[in-house]
Structures are given as structure tokens and as C-alpha cells.
């Protein structure tokens, strides 16, 4: 079945670690995502890549790195200049021309 | 930022009732898509309105987008324990990113 892989599903980092999240999909859809999600505050759209070797800073870019090197992978870097990491953070992608995303399970990083 | 606001936050529902949740904005929106994520779980995506005045239905669940296209609602009637979960709204913006409200968390009662 297609869909969108994220791994690992829980870690653990200490303060000062950068932490890379992975996101891989095989639905053939162009454009990926990265979101995070706090309680009560919804999601919050951190970077998007709508092509290969492209991608844009979303609303809360600052403390995170993305590469988009390949089309069914997105990985995200939480660095140590994210001041506030601990969080729920979801990946998702959508066909090109479309703006329905389709969601990984998400991957939830606590920061000790 | 969000571009849209979802009232109430929270809902509380007794089983077999029904409830109403809505999504607002200050703005005209090109469209407004729904997903529900369920406790522990992903958002999925349930439906996308475009037209002024458009409603759809899936089952129990209706969901209207206003006239004004400023705002939308999504209605369950009689709610079961299986509607549990955070519905959120959601609406394209100008430079084609989906802008996500803050969501409206159903428990319900059984």
C-alpha cells in the first residue's frame, strides 16, 4: 500500500544533540511537508518542498534544516538553535496540483 | 500564521447528541478542507468545499461553507464514541500552503 513512512516514532535527545527526523513516501506525490504540532496550538507548517532540490521556510522555520534530494524523501534536522523542540511533528505530502495532504503517523521528540 | 479560527476548542457531547463545530476567518477563502485526527493518531483528510454556500454530507456528518465564504461548520448527528477526536480546519493560502486552525477536541459521553 502507498503511503508515508516516519521514523522513529519516539525519541529521546538531550539538550545541545541536532536530531534528524525521517520522512518517506511512495505515493509519487511532488510536494512534502513538515508540521509541527503543540497542544492547543494546532499545526504549524515548518518547512515544504514542492520539487526536488527545492524547498521554503514555512511559518517556523528558525532551528530547523530540511534537503529534498530525492523525491520520495524529506528529512528534517531539529538543531540545537530550536529552542523549544519537544513536540509532536508530522510529515505530509500532496500530488502536484493538489492541496489534499496525506499525513505519516508522526514522530514525537522530547527533549531531556 | 493561522488564518482561521475554530470555536469551541473543546467539546464535550453526551452520546446520541448532536453538536456543531465551526471554522472562521476575517478574510474570503479560496476553499476549506476538514481532517480529523484521532487520540494518539494522524490527521486524515475528510473534505474539501470550494463553492459559495456548498454543502456535503458523509454520513453523519454535514459540512457547509458560508455564503460569504468566511466560514464553514461541520455538524454530527447523533455523535458516537467513534467521533472522538480533534477535527481541524483548513484553508489555502496565498502562496499555496494549507494554513491549519487550532483544532476542536470532541469526548464524548457514552
Known amino acids: 500500500d502507498g503511503g508515508i513512512t516516519q521514523s522513529p516514532k519516539y525519541l529521546f535527545r538531550k539538550e545541545g544533540q541536532n536530531v534528524t527526523l525521517s520522512c518517506e513516501q511512495n505515493?509519487?506525490?511532488?510536494?512534502m511537508y513538515w508540521y509541527r504540532q503543540d497542544p492547543g496550538q494546532g499545526l504549524r507548517l515548518i518547512y515544504y518542498?514542492?520539487?526536488?532540490?527545492?524547498?521554503q521556510k514555512g511559518d517556523i522555520a528558525e532551528g530547523y534544516s530540511v534537503s529534498r534530494e530525492k523525491k520520495e524523501s524529506f528529512p528534517l534536522t531539529v538543531t540545537s538553535a530550536q529552542k523549544n523542540p519537544t513536540a509532536f511533528y508530522l510529515c505530509?505530502?500532496?500530488?502536484?496540483?493538489?492541496?489534499?495532504?496525506?499525513f505519516g503517523a508522526g514522530s514525537r521528540l522530547t527533549v531531556l | 500564521g493561522q488564518q482561521v479560527m475554530q470555536i469551541p476548542q473543546y467539546q464535550h457531547v453526551q452520546e446520541g447528541e448532536d453538536f456543531t463545530t465551526y471554522c472562521n476567518s476575517s478574510?474570503?477563502?479560496?476553499?476549506i478542507q476538514w481532517y480529523k485526527q484521532r487520540p494518539g493518531g494522524h490527521p486524515v483528510f475528510l473534505i474539501q468545499?470550494?463553492?459559495?454556500?456548498e454543502v456535503k454530507k458523509q454520513k453523519r456528518l454535514t459540512f457547509q461553507f458560508g455564503e460569504a465564504k468566511k466560514n464553514s461548520s461541520l455538524h454530527i448527528t447523533a455523535t458516537q464514541t467513534t467521533d472522538v477526536g480533534t477535527y481541524f480546519c483548513?484553508?489555502?493560502?496565498?502562496?499555496?500552503?494549507?494554513?491549519f486552525g487550532a483544532g476542536t477536541t470532541v469526548t464524548v459521553r457514552a
Open positions: 518542498s514542492q520539487i526536488v532540490n527545492d524547498f
Open positions: 478574510t474570503t477563502l479560496s476553499n
Open positions: 505530509a505530502s500532496s500530488a502536484s496540483g493538489a492541496n489534499v495532504l496525506t
Open positions: 505515493l509519487n506525490h511532488d510536494a
Open positions: 483548513a484553508t489555502l493560502t496565498n502562496d499555496y500552503k494549507l494554513s
Open positions: 468545499l470550494v463553492k459559495s454556500g
